[in-house]
């Protein structure tokens, strides 16, 4: 890709929601959710600011890592969307500088097909892997999905109760993303950290397929995004991550929490 000649991309004008459409990227119909577009490409970066913008959401574009990074220390958007092929840093990079700077959510759009790019940006913070060419109403849906299942952070949904769920000697607060232990360690979990620990939470004891786990049918066989989740938890909550004993793999069916939960 060859680089835009300005860093950042001046952001489209807002839906006037005349469709219909113009409330899709919000959630409490006043404030749109904000997503950093980071891509290289113009074409490509104006497409997903225009289907963004279609849909309700608030969105800057940039052309360059260290752009979306200077950005970053003034405003905190609730999403950043991360070409992998910038001109001036990896993006893998900049997603591992997003995450230790910020709670927003990381989905991956890029023309890298390769296990390993998925795999590396999944463990270095990344929700959601899409690759080029792709469908603008997929993004947005993937862009949806991330946002609700990290809502109860960012304060995108109100009103929802606090909730805890205590296990082996570990807590999760539920609207902060927080697993706390009970000697007073603390790991702040991504989101697609928290949409596996939560599913595990809710049904103990019961084997889970990659696909329950995931959120949606149709996973590919050669998909290892919800085996880097589940090494990710392991090697929080487990006291031996080759060896674990709170997650269990069941070759052939998927996963079993086979902790006690409770919830207050």
């Not at 289907?51 to 999403?79: C, H, I, N, W, Y």
Request: glycine share 10%; with cysteine.
């Amino acid at each position: 890709m060859s680089a835009l000649p300005n860093a950042r991309l001046p952001p489209l004008p807002p839906d006037d929601g005349r469709d219909g459409r113009g409330t899709g990227g919000t959630c409490d119909m006043q404030t749109p959710a904000l997503v950093f577009v980071v891509e290289d490409d113009l074409a490509i970066a104006r497409l997903v600011l225009s289907v963004l913008a279609d849909f309700g959401f608030s969105a800057e574009g940039f052309s360059t890592g260290a752009a979306a990074l200077r950005r970053l220390q003034t405003v905190k958007p609730d999403l950043c969307i991360v070409d992998l092929g910038l001109p001036d840093m990896d993006g893998l990079e900049l997603i591992r500088q997003i995450s230790q700077q910020s709670h927003a959510g990381v989905l991956i759009l890029t023309g890298r097909g390769h296990t390993v790019d998925r795999v590396m940006g999944l463990e270095l913070g990344g929700d959601d892997y899409v690759t080029k060419p792709f469908e603008p109403r997929e993004l947005v849906a993937r862009v949806r999905s991330i946002l609700r299942r990290r809502a109860p952070r960012t304060g995108l949904v109100t009103g929802t109760p606090r909730r805890y769920a205590s296990f082996s000697g570990w807590t999760l607060d539920c609207a902060a993303n927080l697993l706390r232990a009970d000697d007073g360690t603390e790991h702040l979990l991504g989101v697609a950290e928290v949409q596996v620990l939560r599913a595990f939470l809710e049904r103990p004891h019961q084997i889970l397929s990659r696909e329950q786990l995931v959120g949606h049918r149709g996973l590919s066989p050669t998909d290892r995004s919800i085996d880097v989740r589940i090494s990710r938890l392991r090697r929080k909550i487990e006291a031996d991550p080759m060896d674990p004993r709170t997650i269990k793999t069941v070759y052939g069916a998927g996963y079993v929490f086979s902790a006690s939960v409770t919830w207050s």
